[in-house]
């Protein structure tokens, strides 16, 4: 763990996350109890820990040297992760895992060779009794040998048990120690001191501790090597990008390490190679296989101006292109940071789940002692042995190692599954809030449309023609980010008009634009920017109304206080918007549309795509109102949209869904962003999002049945009907492989699919 763990002088951290791998954690007890104490370090914003992944995560400007110490003092190992490169991250934890269960095959191996032996002499009908001198001697030397197993193969759960105890709480080691402490002390009295139990009572309970040992750590063995899988995402994330890049300095090309590559640098990629960096192309053209970003499997044309994006690769052409991002400010390393802040975040089910868990150890503690007492008191004969095997048994098959890993498993594997298909998911809270998802507000802009719009049409008032018409809104609209805007202004250029300065502007939202251009103040927008400035329009209303109709958005110009003509400008709507929103409807989803375009052309788009909840000409104040007023109605709402004006509804509703092509404020807004454009996407992430909350219930549910059904049979509730007292050692393997199951149902998901509607 050398590379990882950051150096002891490093003992200050700004306000930022860090990383720390967590030994000694035993159980979901664990979890609450580490959280707790990382959370009263001053400065400690939040901490979450992945039992699956023995790591937390903790945000704060709190030094590093006091979290390790909090987590010292309640009676854990922390070491940091310090600032590798992801990928040596990765290769380190792999490394640690990898002899961690080297360490807990050789503890397998230590106890069941002589557990196994022990417990086949039993069943052969072998005497593990005490009666007199000579079995004395032998049964010594096999407790002598138990003890060794205890010492070599299950030492970490007596130091963690009695860290526990000193801590003044209880854990998995708490009760694995004292269940086969107590089957192994016993032992020990009837071998060293039979005369002090009774005679039927003088059997030895040695293979129960050794195969309890042995069977618990292979289970951990188990866990750890198919926890390894559930990590498949990150891996396939961390291996798109290459080692190399081969730069162009001073008109020479060589191949550097990735660290080296620098912001401007000039970057060539030939066909078939991965892109090292973000930048933009600068000459040549080629088509880009996005698909491991995006989900989106036809590559994308590129040709100088156009962005490229580390991880994608290479077709058919080469690029050469100017480096813009590098190292951790790449959109690759920002996403896997994104897909490990979620792995490790805990939706509000797996917090309830740690919540029960530190208060389960010490109710089976408790339960364990009264059904020893009980056994005592009103047992048959050996009462004695039957109330350190009962007690012994509610100790041991009480473990909730499954309930700690039933939440975390499925985040883990759910939120890499969704990456894999473009689909990125902050926490999780909206990983299992999109899951219950009622309403779904949909902006028409780049979300239902392609967002790319074009001018249609041109139509001015007798006093100006079409090109000094265009020409000064142009102008104006260069200072503008809106697409609608952005159109204009590329028509303005296909047909080489020169644009003027613009002075004054103003972005009026929900309405339009207006600034002063050649001395003259030129407004362009929709009906309400033009009553705002008291200018007549009804005669033009009919041709603007006829154009919405026809699905074009209708623009009034004004210039100098007067109308000056209409421009119209179509947004195609994308080719698979019906077919995603017929998806949602089969969900039973109520989809809205809401747009701060006009009626008549949202209720065009909307018709074509078949919603039928339209509000048009809506301002980004009154979109935040729609989401609440949905929510006042008890539906739980998503939003999707990709403008800024989008951002103050994705971060309203119960779950914001951001289309990764928009804007950087729309994608902060949100809980879920979607890398591709097609709003398949967002279907996709409440169908993933379901699976994944549907595998968490069925974890939680076998884990919870597991404890609550076994602890009775362990207690002995059987045995007056039937005759049956479950043994440590069965136990044993079933605490143990209740984990393995966790784990293997959770996999499950790695072979999800989401099915679209024809």
């Known amino acids: 763990m050398a590379s990882i763990v950051a150096h002891k002088g490093h003992s200050t951290q700004s306000n930022a996350t860090q990383e720390l791998l967590i030994e000694g954690a035993g159980c979901a007890s664990c979890v609450r109890k580490i959280e707790t104490a990382l959370s009263n370090v001053a400065g400690v914003e939040s901490a979450q820990m992945n039992f699956a992944l023995r790591s937390v995560m903790v945000s704060g400007s709190a030094s590093t040297d006091a979290l390790v110490q909090a987590v010292e003092a309640a009676g854990y190992r922390a070491m940091p992760v310090a600032a590798n490169s992801e990928a040596d991250t990765l290769e380190e934890k792999e490394r640690a895992d990898a002899a961690y269960f080297r360490r807990l095959l050789r503890h397998t191996l230590a106890a069941l060779g002589l557990g196994i032996p022990l417990m086949l002499y039993g069943f052969i009908g072998g005497d593990m009794t005490i009666h007199g001198g000579a079995d004395r001697w032998a049964w010594l030397i096999v407790g002598v040998l138990t003890l060794g197993v205890m010492v070599f193969s299950g030492r970490h759960f007596y130091i963690g048990g009695w860290k526990s105890l000193r801590n003044h709480s209880a854990n998995m080691d708490t009760l694995i120690a004292l269940g086969t402490g107590t089957a192994w002390m016993y032992s020990m009295v009837v071998v060293l001191a039979p005369q002090i139990v009774p005679e039927v009572a003088r059997h030895v309970y040695f293979e129960a501790t050794a195969m309890i040992i042995g069977l618990i750590n292979l289970g951990l063995?188990?866990?750890?090597?198919?926890?390894?899988?559930?990590?498949?995402?990150?891996?396939?994330?961390?291996?798109?990008?290459?080692?190399?890049?081969?730069?162009?300095?001073?008109?020479?090309?060589?191949?550097?390490?990735?660290?080296?590559?620098?912001?401007?640098?000039?970057?060539?990629v030939r066909p078939g190679e991965r892109i090292p960096v973000d930048g933009v192309v600068v000459e040549g053209q080629s088509s880009v296989d996005e698909s491991m970003l995006t989900g989106e499997p036809v590559p994308v044309a590129k040709q100088a101006g156009d962005a490229v994006w580390a991880g994608t690769i290479n077709k058919t052409g080469t690029l050469i292109f100017t480096a813009t991002k590098v190292g951790k400010d790449t959109a690759l390393a920002h996403i896997i940071q994104m897909v490990k802040r979620a792995q490790n975040s805990k939706p509000p089910i797996g917090r309830m789940a740690d919540v029960i868990s530190s208060y389960f150890v010490p109710?089976?503690?408790?339960?364990?002692?009264?059904?020893?007492?009980?056994?005592?008191?009103?047992?048959?004969?050996?009462?004695?042995?039957?109330?350190?095997?009962?007690?012994?048994?509610?100790?041991?098959?009480?473990?909730?190692?499954?309930?700690?890993?039933?939440?975390?498993?499925?985040?883990?594997?759910?939120?890499?599954?969704?990456?894999?298909?473009?689909?990125?998911?902050?926490?999780?809270?909206?990983?299992?809030?999109a899951s219950s998802i009622t309403a779904m507000i949909l902006d028409k802009t780049g979300t239902i449309t392609l967002g790319a719009p074009k001018v249609t049409d041109?139509?001015?008032?007798?006093?100006?023609?079409?090109?000094?018409?265009?020409?000064?809104?142009?102008?104006?609209?260069?200072?503008?980010?809106?697409?609608?805007?952005?159109?204009?202004?590329?028509?303005?250029?296909?047909?080489?008009?020169?644009?003027?300065?613009?002075?004054?502007?103003?972005?009026?939202?929900?309405?339009?634009?207006?600034?002063?251009?050649?001395?003259?103040?030129?407004?362009?927008?929709?009906?309400?920017?033009?009553?705002?400035k008291h200018i007549n329009v009804k005669k033009w209303e009919t041709r603007a109304q006829a154009m919405a109709a026809e699905g074009k958005t209708p623009m009034?110009?004004?210039?100098?206080?007067?109308?000056a003509g209409l421009i119209a400008v179509a947004d195609p709507i994308k080719p698979d918007s019906a077919a995603a929103i017929a998806r949602l409807q089969e969900l039973?989803?109520?989809?809205?549309?809401?747009?701060?375009?006009?009626?008549?052309?949202?209720?065009?788009?909307?018709?074509?795509?078949?919603?039928?909840?339209?509000?048009?000409?809506v301002q980004p104040s009154e979109k935040a109102k729609h989401v609440e007023t949905l929510q006042r109605e008890g539906e739980i709402v998503g939003m999707t949209g990709d403008g800024i004006n989008d951002a103050p509804a994705l971060a309203l509703a119960n779950?914001?869904?951001?289309?990764?092509?928009?804007?950087?404020?729309?994608?902060?807004s949100a809980g879920i962003t979607l890398m591709r454009g097609s709003l398949h996407g967002l279907v996709d992430a409440i169908s993933i999002s379901k699976a994944t909350l549907r595998n968490i219930r069925q974890n939680l549910f076998g884990a919870f049945v597991y404890n609550v059904a076994g602890i009775p049979i362990a207690a002995g509730v059987l045995y007056p009907i039937f005759g049956i007292l479950l043994s440590p050692v069965?136990?044993?393997?079933a605490m143990a492989f209740s984990s393995v199951t966790v784990v293997a149902n959770a996999n499950r998901l790695r072979f999800f699919k989401s099915e679209k509607v024809a």
């Open 655 to 668: 779950v914001g869904f951001a289309i990764g092509t928009g804007t950087d404020v729309a994608i902060e």
């Open 556 to 563: 009034y110009a004004a210039i100098g206080g007067q109308f």
């Open 221 to 268: 063995a188990l866990e750890v090597r198919a926890r390894g899988r559930t990590s498949a995402a990150i891996k396939r994330l961390i291996g798109l990008q290459p080692k190399t890049a081969r730069v162009v300095r001073n008109g020479q090309e060589f191949d550097i390490p990735i660290e080296r590559v620098l912001l401007n640098d000039k970057v060539r």
């Open 458 to 532: 041109i139509e001015p008032v007798e006093s100006w023609t079409q090109e000094d018409l265009l020409r000064l809104v142009a102008s104006v609209e260069q200072g503008s980010e809106h697409p609608l805007a952005q159109a204009i202004v590329e028509s303005a250029t296909e047909r080489n008009l020169v644009l003027s300065p613009v002075s004054h502007f103003q972005a009026i939202a929900g309405q339009g634009a207006e600034g002063s251009v050649e001395g003259k103040t030129v407004a362009l927008g929709n009906r309400k920017l033009m009553n705002e």
């Open 588 to 617: 039973g989803i109520r989809v809205v549309m809401l747009t701060g375009d006009n009626r008549i052309t949202a209720e065009a788009v909307a018709k074509h795509v078949g919603i039928r909840e339209v509000h048009a000409e």
């Open 730 to 733: 069965i136990a044993g393997a």
């Open 363 to 433: 109710a089976v503690m408790i339960i364990a002692i009264l059904s020893a007492l009980v056994w005592l008191n009103f047992g048959p004969n050996p009462a004695l042995a039957l109330a350190v095997v009962s007690a012994t048994t509610v100790l041991i098959i009480a473990c909730p190692c499954a309930l700690g890993l039933a939440t975390p498993m499925s985040v883990m594997v759910g939120v890499g599954k969704a990456a894999e298909a473009g689909i990125l998911i902050r926490n999780g809270e909206a990983l299992q809030t």
